[in-house]
């Protein structure tokens, strides 16, 4: 059970759910009641489906590079630590990529799906979380699981995109990417030293 919150925590983090809804309102601050929901289910469903190409495949990509998964794994870390750091004392998620949305026409896939939803750290986590060499079938699965939840919560938080943001404002958003922000550090702290473990041990 422990592993499995550490995963939700890790993959609520990296997708961050809450962040996404000021990118949201920005995007379809134009669009109707109808286009608003078509563009939050777009955005997820091309968000789902960029994921899962990294669970399905992203690892018989690094095969094909021979890439051993533990350098990857530290490379991964270093990765989100550093996403991390731009969460805490950077611009937060929010405000980062509330710009892009002002230098592109607004579309349910730049900056919604990617990088909002499907962030480069939740492409890595899909890969190292669905590792075909550490975990089994049974666990890859119920990983897939949490993020098909997360973005399921993700599209929801979307529809009530509009009174969530009344009650927490964007300032609220900030903060709880902040928090977030420290708990992928330390969660990517550990998977660079899991890694650097690992690839010692394989004697790469």
């Known amino acids: 059970m422990e592993e499995w919150i550490r995963q939700a925590v890790l993959l ?3 997708i961050d759910p809450i962040g996404t809804i000021p990118v949201f309102i920005a995007v379809t601050k134009n669009f109707s009641p109808a ?11 091309i968000a ?18 021979a890439i051993p998964l533990p350098a990857f794994q530290v490379a991964g870390g270093v ?4 996403f991390a750091l ?14 892009m949305v002002n230098k592109v026409s607004h579309s349910a896939v730049f900056p919604l799906a990617v990088p909002s939803i499907a962030s480069p750290g939740a492409m890595m986590a899909a ?40 009650l927490i404002g964007e300032t609220g958003a900030s903060v709880v990417s902040r928090v977030m922000g420290l ?19 394989l004697g790469l």
Do not use: C
């Open 183 to 201: 708990l992928l550090a330390a969660v990517a702290m550990h998977a660079m030293l899991s890694g650097i473990k690992q690839y010692f041990l």
């Open 48 to 65: 789902m489906f960029v994921l899962l190409f990294f669970v399905l495949l992203g690892e018989f990509l690094l095969d094909a590079m």
């Open 35 to 45: 286009e608003r929901r078509a563009t939050a289910i777009k955005a997820t469903v």
């Open 79 to 82: 990765v989100l630590f550093l």
């Open 12 to 14: 609520w983090a990296v």
């Open 127 to 166: 890969v190292l979380l669905t590792d075909h060499n550490r975990f089994s079938i049974a666990h890859q699965l119920i990983t897939t699981s949490i993020i098909v939840a997360i973005l399921i919560i993700t599209l929801v938080l979307m529809l009530l995109a509009q009174p969530i943001q009344r």
């Open 86 to 99: 731009t969460m805490i004392f950077g611009e937060s998620k929010p405000d980062e990529e509330m710009h």
